[in-house]
């Protein structure tokens, strides 16, 4: 029985996360609609799919394949093999981005404040995404992964890092778009907005649903 009702919180646990990634693509597809610039983790995949015959959601497998590759070499036989999950986790999350890019394609917003509300509402879903990605509980995406392995093998604080890596991904957008395309792609006003507002945005979403996702996953009886 106990086994049983394991199994059921695991199965809950990994629909949970599927449907937190599909919320974080929606997000990311929102914030390129907008063309204010995407959240910094998003700025590479989509820099690439700028010149290459890549999507940004298979840009962004390839990517995470990359931040699976690091932590490996970072921690090399502290490396926990069970962090592979990692890695269909970011397929389902690469072809959920495509699928949201798609969904999304009909907004098209005119004026600036249109493109705010649209980038606003990005910010706010990836914030949500992320809030039910660490709910689940089950395994983080690639890049926060990349942050916790530098953590665990450097004296560093993870808030300190997230923001090195942060910056990292949106100046090698920048380089990479200026020496392929001549410009600057996917890095904007949005960019330093998503930077600010989107682990807010995920810390007020932890609060409020906190006490609806700790019901959801634990396998509690009705009253």
């Known amino acids: 029985m106990r086994t049983k009702k394991s199994a059921a919180e695991l199965l809950r646990r990994w629909l ?32 690439v799919s700028r010149f290459t015959p890549l999507t940004v959601g298979t840009a962004t497998i390839a ?45 098209q917003p005119a004026a600036y404040w249109q493109q705010w509300l649209l980038c606003l509402a990005g910010i706010a879903l ?48 920048c380089v990479l778009s200026l020496l392929f395309l001549g410009h600057i792609a996917g890095v904007r006003e949005g960019t330093v907005a998503a930077a600010l507002l989107v682990g807010q945005a995920a810390r007020r979403m932890n609060r409020v649903l906190e006490p609806v996702n700790r019901r959801l996953l634990s396998g509690l009886r009705d009253r």
């Open 16 to 47: 949970f996360l599927v449907v937190s990634l599909f919320v974080m693509a929606l997000g990311v597809a929102c914030s390129i609609q907008a063309n204010l610039g995407t959240s910094p983790i998003s700025s590479v995949p989509y820099a």
């Open 63 to 107: 990517m995470h394949c990359v931040f699976i590759l690091i932590q490996i070499l970072i921690l090399r036989r502290r490396y926990d093999p069970v962090q592979l999950l990692q890695l269909p986790v970011a397929i389902v999350f690469g072809y959920l981005t495509d699928l949201a890019v798609w969904a999304v394609g009909f907004l």
């Open 126 to 173: 990836v914030g949500v995404g992320v809030s039910g990605e660490v709910t689940a509980g089950v395994v983080t995406l690639a890049g926060e992964g990349v942050v916790l392995a530098v953590c665990q093998a450097a004296p560093v604080k993870f808030g300190t890092m997230k923001v090195i890596f942060d910056v990292t991904l949106v100046l090698t957008a």
